[in-house]
């Protein structure tokens, strides 16, 4: 498994339309879009910083792990970091090789299209890491 880069920063809101003035008007990042990623119940628009991006993530239903993460630590939050890598099959098998305790045993969609694997807080200091592969 090769690290690529950073490929973006997860950070829990409770909502977009209420986070997105500071980013976008404050900080003048660009909303590059929005998208709905039903499988994980979340909403997340997609702000580039040169070859790295800000996810804004907004729970959809009470239930989503964004809501229960919001909850836990009290408000909104980094939620995670996203590092992009050359195969996320690979990536998985490599982090089991090295005992890190997986979220997904198998890649699942994320938002943008990507291939996505979590590795448990548990195996990375507290820190929940995703593995993201795109084309």
């Known amino acids: 498994m090769e690290v690529l880069r950073l490929d973006h920063i997860g950070i829990a809101v409770e909502s977009l339309d209420d986070a997105l003035p500071f980013w976008r008007d404050v900080l003048g990042l660009e909303l590059a879009g929005i998208e709905v990623v039903e499988e994980q119940k979340v909403r997340v628009a997609f702000l580039p910083v040169g070859d790295t991006e800000v996810e804004l993530l907004e729970s959809t239903h009470e239930d989503g792990p964004i809501s229960k993460f ?5 408000g909104p939050g980094i939620q995670h970091l996203a590092f992009r890598v050359d ?5 998985i098998a490599y982090m089991k090789e090295k005992g890190m305790l997986m979220i997904d045993e198998n890649p699942r969609y994320g938002a943008g299209g990507a291939s996505i694997a979590f590795v448990h807080p548990k195996s990375s200091g507290r820190v929940l890491i995703e593995l993201s ?3």
């Open 133 to 135: 592969e795109r084309e």
């Open 70 to 74: 919001i909850e836990r630590n009290g």
């Open 87 to 91: 195969d996320i099959e690979e990536g």
